[in-house]
């Protein structure tokens, strides 16, 4: 068989970018930080298979320094080869991440949010000026006659788990939705899945997205959580993002118009608008993620490509700064990663990957711009051992394209002849 697995660790990078100035990141490392933290915790992080396939050498490449409290290793060679992969895409948020690794850069601006975030509840008509908290005021009015809203909560930048926290209570009072955003390109809408109901979230946040493309804005997410009445309020997984496809072919495109199939895992349909997919697999959590890869793994056919996210890495971990959880969630995922390696057969081209950084040490609570792995591994792979730095995410693609034979992509230069 000849079939390819990409598995993105959402979030996972490995140190800033040479243009992470522009981004105010200089210094981030989401692997470093972690990983010298836990050293500093007198607990390094235990992390075998990931160092196996060449994650140390990654990152030393992408930083300039081994991860502390990991023990170095020889450089393998044997049937893995590994680098670390600059973006060249103008944005770090995550459609543009995984559209440039399977091939399609994005070269122009996303619209955003200015950062002053407005924290009370906004009705109709009550802000004077030009916006809503920090939303548009004539996009925000649109779309409440769209959806017959009255008015919404928060109306600023926030994270994700402490804005329902905040006004979960409120939201539940005033059935208002609760509207934020982040540095990324992104309108989210929270809201109770009974009190308020899912379908109805679904519904506003389908309206709001052609409205919030008049800005220019990538993503509109639908944030559904439980909870109240003495429960802690927490997000669920029947997440859904409405995104702007992708501005050109991708490699998903052009496996599907050679008759091939992509199993696609987690928030991948979502991502690519639902473009150039075959099958989706859902779950909530990495663990059933994992799960479903490998579900994914075993129905998909010679010639087709298994397309997994890990998401909890970023939105558990990653945005909320827990540096703790995220070490843990970096651990499971190696004890579990044989599982996946032993369900690959001849032919089969392994890819472990991200599409940006989270440093769970930097200030703030949202993305940054970082190197991020090329871990090729698997039957298929050439025992190339180390890898030059790729300068576009690109190169992923191009290189899964060419082990799958279905021509040359627009974008990215093979990794290996």
């Given at each position: 068989?000849?079939?390819?697995?990409?598995?993105?660790?959402?979030?996972?990078?490995?140190?800033a970018?040479?243009?992470?100035?522009?981004?105010?990141?200089?210094?981030?490392?989401?692997?470093?930080?972690?990983?010298?933290?836990?050293?500093?915790q007198?607990?390094?992080?235990?992390?075998?298979?990931?160092?196996?396939?060449?994650?140390?050498?990654?990152?030393?490449?992408?930083?300039?320094?081994?991860?502390?409290?990991?023990a170095?290793?020889?450089?393998?060679?044997g049937?893995?080869?590994y680098?670390?992969?600059?973006?060249a895409?103008?944005g770090?948020?995550?459609?543009?991440g995984?559209?440039?690794?399977?091939?399609?850069?994005?070269?122009?601006?996303?619209?955003?949010?200015?950062?002053?975030?407005?924290?009370?509840?906004?009705?109709?008509?009550?802000?004077?000026?030009?916006?809503?908290?920090?939303?548009?005021?004539?996009?925000?009015?649109?779309?409440?006659?769209?959806?017959?809203?009255?008015?919404?909560?928060?109306?600023?930048?926030?994270?994700?788990?402490?804005?329902?926290?905040?006004?979960?209570?409120?939201?539940?009072?005033?059935?208002?939705?609760?509207?934020?955003?982040?540095?990324?390109?992104?309108?989210?809408?929270?809201?109770?899945?009974t009190?308020?109901?899912?379908?109805?979230?679904?519904?506003?946040?389908?309206?709001?997205?052609?409205?919030?493309?008049?800005?220019?804005i990538?993503r509109?997410?639908?944030?559904?959580?439980?909870?109240?009445?003495?429960?802690?309020?927490?997000?669920?997984?029947?997440?859904?993002?409405?995104?702007?496809?992708?501005?050109?072919e991708?490699?998903?495109?052009?496996l599907?118009?050679?008759?091939?199939?992509?199993?696609?895992?987690?928030?991948?349909?979502?991502?690519?608008?639902?473009?150039?997919?075959?099958?989706?697999?859902?779950?909530?959590?990495?663990?059933?993620?994992?799960?479903?890869?490998?579900?994914?793994?075993?129905?998909?056919?010679?010639?087709?490509?298994?397309?997994?996210?890990?998401?909890?890495?970023?939105?558990?971990?990653?945005?909320?700064?827990?540096?703790?959880?995220?070490?843990?969630?970096?651990?499971?995922?190696?004890a579990?990663?044989?599982?996946?390696?032993?369900?690959?057969?001849?032919?089969?081209?392994?890819l472990?990957?991200?599409?940006?950084?989270c440093?769970?040490?930097?200030?703030?609570?949202?993305?940054t711009?970082?190197h991020?792995?090329?871990?090729?591994?698997?039957?298929?792979?050439?025992?190339?051992?180390?890898?030059?730095?790729?300068?576009?995410?690109?190169?992923?693609?191009?290189?899964?394209?060419?082990?799958?034979?279905?021509?040359?992509?627009?974008?990215?230069?093979?990794?290996?002849?």
């Amino acid at each position: 068989m000849t079939r390819a697995v990409v598995l993105v660790l959402d979030s996972f990078g490995l140190g800033a970018t040479p243009d992470a100035a522009q981004f105010g990141d200089v210094g981030a490392n989401t692997f470093g930080h972690i990983a010298a933290w836990r050293a500093a915790q007198g607990r390094p992080l235990h992390l075998p298979h990931l160092m196996a396939l060449g994650l140390g050498h990654a990152a030393q490449a992408a930083s300039g320094e081994w991860p502390a409290g990991l023990a170095p290793v020889r450089p393998p060679t044997g049937g893995v080869a590994y680098s670390a992969a600059c973006e060249a895409s103008r944005g770090k948020d995550t459609p543009s991440g995984h559209w440039e690794m399977m091939g399609c850069p994005v070269p122009f601006d996303w619209g955003y949010f200015p950062t002053e975030a407005t924290l009370s509840a906004q009705p109709v008509g009550a802000q004077a000026g030009d916006h809503i908290g920090v939303f548009p005021a004539g996009l925000m009015e649109d779309w409440y006659r769209a959806c017959g809203l009255q008015g919404s909560l928060c109306n600023g930048h926030a994270s994700g788990t402490e804005v329902i926290d905040r006004l979960g209570d409120e939201h539940l009072r005033t059935g208002w939705p609760i509207c934020y955003t982040s540095a990324d390109s992104v309108f989210q809408v929270a809201a109770h899945e009974t009190a308020f109901g899912l379908d109805r979230l679904y519904a506003i946040c389908e309206a709001a997205k052609p409205i919030f493309d008049k800005a220019h804005i990538a993503r509109v997410i639908a944030r559904p959580f439980v909870g109240g009445e003495g429960e802690p309020y927490r997000r669920t997984g029947h997440r859904r993002d409405l995104t702007t496809p992708p501005p050109g072919e991708t490699l998903l495109d052009r496996l599907l118009a050679q008759g091939r199939q992509v199993h696609a895992v987690g928030k991948i349909p979502d991502i690519f608008a639902h473009r150039g997919i075959s099958y989706a697999y859902k779950g909530d959590g990495n663990a059933a993620l994992c799960e479903a890869t490998l579900q994914a793994l075993t129905a998909c056919p010679d010639g087709g490509m298994v397309f997994a996210n890990l998401v909890d890495f970023d939105m558990l971990y990653g945005h909320r700064r827990d540096v703790a959880g995220y070490a843990q969630a970096l651990e499971a995922l190696d004890a579990w990663l044989p599982r996946l390696q032993a369900a690959l057969q001849p032919g089969d081209l392994l890819l472990l990957t991200a599409d940006h950084g989270c440093d769970p040490t930097w200030p703030g609570s949202d993305h940054t711009r970082e190197h991020v792995p090329q871990l090729f591994s698997g039957p298929a792979c050439p025992p190339l051992g180390g890898l030059p730095v790729s300068p576009s995410f690109a190169d992923m693609g191009q290189t899964l394209a060419k082990h799958l034979a279905v021509g040359r992509l627009a974008h990215g230069e093979p990794c290996w002849v």
